[in-house]
């Protein structure tokens, strides 16, 4: 019998946190104690595409909870620094949205060319490389779990412009629609990670161990998210996290079609804007900086600041 044939199987469900949750993984990774977690699925990224291991794993962004109080519009992506001073973003997508791969590209811009001040030579740039887990299908043209994305000439993909951008895409949404297909493809470090994040959510102890064939960093991870889900505090920010991105995924869908019926409906101009200053209002109320609402809404920020 095969080994994939003797991974138990969960049943799904929908609770309230799961190992995908960005404060989940912001905590978990953020916690010094935990370094050697980070390093273990950094290394089984590293290991499933043949490129060397990593020794440190240093977070140069901690989670601040406080700050994720006071501004739930934070990005909850983990800045990693190696032992070489090479940058890793590690980061979790829960939803597609429009422009996801101009967002990707952009979090490792804004990573790369952090490494530079004002003066510094170009030479002194080191690679940076993105982990997005993605819990939705994505990229349906390809097949493997684990996609990566470089810079290499149309002609001949062998021709590397620079080996600065490397992109890792792991599709745990495709796992989940296609069920275990494609984790026989990957190594097994990275097989035991992807099995805990789709599954640890309804999972015991005990199936978890064999599923992931007793790994320590994996089960490690899965004891931290069991204590996660089990932290009324931490309960807490995860909902008001959840609650936030669905009021933007609305907000932004209905914002959206209204400028659009704005743009359609002559001779209504005045009540539209009058519903647009008020959904402007709701955002504010709410948290969204001057900045989102202008450009979801199309006010100026001088009408958005004059706001209540």
């Keep these: 019998m095969s080994r994939r044939a003797k991974i138990p199987l969960p049943d799904l469900s929908e609770p309230l946190i799961r190992p995908t949750s960005d404060v989940f993984t912001a905590v978990l990774w953020s916690a010094p104690k935990n370094e050697p977690l980070l390093r273990d699925f950094i290394n089984a990224v590293q290991i ?10 240093t977070v140069l962004n901690p989670f601040n909870i406080k700050e994720f109080r006071e501004d739930r519009q934070l990005v909850l992506d983990v800045h990693v620094q190696d032992e070489w001073s090479r940058r890793y973003n590690v980061e979790i997508q829960t939803a597609p949205h429009a422009g996801f791969g101009n967002r990707t590209v952009l ?3 804004n990573l790369y060319s952090s490494q530079l001040r004002t003066g510094d030579d170009f030479t002194q740039l080191l690679p940076v490389q993105s982990f997005v887990i993605t819990a939705f299908p994505i990229f349906p043209q390809l097949r493997n779990l684990h996609t990566i994305f470089e810079l290499r000439a149309r002609e001949n993909a062998e021709v590397l412009l620079t080996d600065h951008l490397q992109m890792h895409f792991l599709r745990l949404g495709d796992m989940l629609k ?16 992807m099995l805990f994040f789709a599954f640890g959510a309804e999972t015991s102890e005990d199936k978890m161990s064999q599923m992931v064939e007793n790994n320590p960093a994996v089960m490690a991870a899965y004891e931290e998210y069991r204590r996660f889900t089990l932290d009324a505090s931490m309960q807490d920010l995860a909902f008001r996290r959840r609650r936030f991105l669905e009021d933007q995924r609305i907000y932004t869908q209905f914002a959206r079609e209204e400028g659009l019926a704005l743009g359609k409906a002559e001779g209504k101009a005045e009540g539209q ?19 989102t609402i202008a450009d979801l809404t199309g006010l100026s920020l001088e009408e958005i600041e004059r706001l209540n």
């Design 178 to 193: 296609r069920r275990l297909e494609g984790l026989a493809d990957l190594s097994v470090g990275l097989k035991h990670w």
């Design 107 to 109: 979090h490792w811009s």
């Design 273 to 291: 804007t009058e519903k647009m200053f008020e959904i402007a209002q709701n955002m504010k109320q709410r948290g969204y900086d001057a900045a």
């Design 48 to 57: 499933d595409c043949r490129q060397p291991s990593i020794l440190e794993a």
